[in-house]
């Protein structure tokens, strides 16, 4: 009798799975909508259970993910970057309070982004011909952000172009910090990557631990951002407190996030206390230069793009 044969690979069969590719015999009925359908079913059912557990142990269960993944017990959990991107999804999608999508006033007026004076030279040099002097733009630019300024003719007309301008740029920004927000993770893998560099963990380690930590920053982010912005959607606090809202969600997202590293690094490190203290401070200190790395990175993407 002729031996049956993989489908996908060739191999001889000695049972319904290919001991070389792992693929499965086909089986009469493998051909059928019903069966179609519940392995559609069995798919969506199986990625609802992992995707809830992975939930639930990302939340609550600081490190383990990351712990088991590196000891390779994967079955249960989702990988890591599954996770973030599922994550990162439901952020963009549900959040009220998004420090990802930085609008055009806030990189060329804040003083406080590190590529500011740079954005706004290149911004008031695209659109004025000739370019505006530095003391003019200013007030150009932080009309945006203090819509009553007053302003000469010649800025109310560079004003006119700005906000036309700022229109394009916004929206590829809500575009571009979808996909963009993924650099948060080598960003945050930096700063265990340089504390521990004397003991030589591999590099793996650093980022499936960045993963998972940038993936829960995402989740509290849209948890308390809808806590945050209550006050303000009530009608308690009016936009001109937007400094003050950005102050209270970045103390509160810190001290959430110290709060989960600080177990996190001990199980995944096997740090004494004293060091995981030190570590899961600078982790959560550092995101401050990381946001503005990732924010520079995105005006010049988008600014270049548009």
């Not at 809830?52 to 017990?73: E, V």
């Not at 993770?185 to 998972?212: D, F, K, N, Y």
Request: charged share 20%.
């Amino acid at each position: 009798m002729e031996k049956s044969r993989c489908a996908n690979c060739g191999a001889e069969l000695a049972g319904p799975w290919c001991a070389q590719c792992g693929e499965r015999a086909r089986k009469p009925g493998d051909l059928t909508i019903r069966k179609y359908l519940g392995e559609l079913l069995d798919a969506l059912t199986n990625l609802e259970g992992r995707f809830w557990g992975s939930l639930r142990a990302l939340m609550f269960k600081p490190g383990l993910l990351t712990a088991d993944y590196l000891a390779g017990r994967r079955v249960r959990w989702m990988r890591p970057l599954h996770l973030f991107l599922l994550i990162n999804l439901l952020y963009f999608f549900l959040t009220a309070w998004n420090t990802f999508t930085t609008e055009l006033q806030w990189h060329i007026g804040a003083e406080g982004f590190l590529h500011q004076a740079v954005a706004s030279r290149l911004v008031n040099d695209k659109l004025n011909e000739p370019p505006l002097a530095s003391e003019e733009w200013r007030q150009v630019t932080l009309s945006l952000l203090q819509p009553d300024r007053k302003l000469d003719e010649a800025q109310q007309d560079a004003r006119g172009r700005l906000i036309d301008y700022a229109r394009l740029f916004n929206s590829r920004v809500d575009i571009y910090s979808r996909t963009l927000i993924i650099i948060m993770i080598p960003l945050i893998m930096l700063a265990p990557l340089v504390l521990l560099a004397l003991r030589r963990e591999g590099s793996i380690v650093h980022l499936v631990m960045a993963t998972h930590w940038t993936a829960f920053f995402l989740l509290i982010s849209l948890v308390f951002g809808w806590l945050i912005s209550l006050p303000f959607l009530l009608g308690w606090f009016t936009t001109d407190n937007i400094e003050l809202q950005d102050f209270i969600a970045t103390v509160i997202l810190m001290g959430l996030g110290f709060a989960w590293t600080l177990p996190a690094v001990r199980k995944v490190y096997q740090l004494g206390w004293a060091k995981a203290v030190l570590l899961a401070a600078a982790i959560n200190v550092w995101l401050i230069p990381a946001l503005m790395l990732y924010r520079a990175v995105l005006f010049f993407l988008v600014f270049w793009s548009v």
